[in-house]
Nanobody
Framework: QVQLVESGGGLVQPGGSLRLSCAAS????????MAWYRQAPGNQRELVAT???????NYADSAKGRFTISRDNAKNTVYLQMNSLKPEDTAVYYC??????????????????WGQGTQVTVSS
């Protein structure tokens, strides 16, 4: 079974930085894309950034210029470097692995998986 484990969340003052990590473990032959989402209280989950296997990235407008997504394919790990944090960045951040080639119930196939989330709070 594939598991995604996030780390790096916490409390930071406005203008500060945090680096989130998400490591995928299990029987994995490859991962097409990895992404970070976030969900603030009362809001829908929204996409923050995506990176595909060739390194191409995509960012939400709110993240452009402040956040950087990167990945280590050998470690099946994705990172989110967040700089110049604002109070409106406060949310639970979730990692998602898309197109994970793995074996489930005895059958190889491509599946998507979510992490459990890590809280990021930006406050003075």
């Amino acid at each position: 079974q594939v598991q995604l484990v996030e780390s790096g969340g916490g409390l930071v003052q406005p203008g500060g930085s945090l680096r989130l990590s998400c490591a995928a473990s299990g029987t994995i032959s490859g991962i097409n894309a990895m992404a970070w989402y976030r969900q603030a209280p009362g809001n829908q989950r929204e996409l923050v950034a995506t990176i595909i296997s060739n390194g191409s990235t995509n960012y939400a407008d709110s993240a452009k210029g402040r956040f950087t997504i990167s990945r280590d394919n050998a470690k099946n790990t994705v990172y989110l470097q967040m700089n110049s944090l604002k109070p409106e960045d406060t949310a639970v951040y979730y990692c998602k692995a898309l197109g994970v080639y793995t074996i489930l119930i005895g059958r190889w196939g491509s599946y998507d998986f979510w992490g459990q989330g890590t809280q990021v709070t930006v406050s003075s």
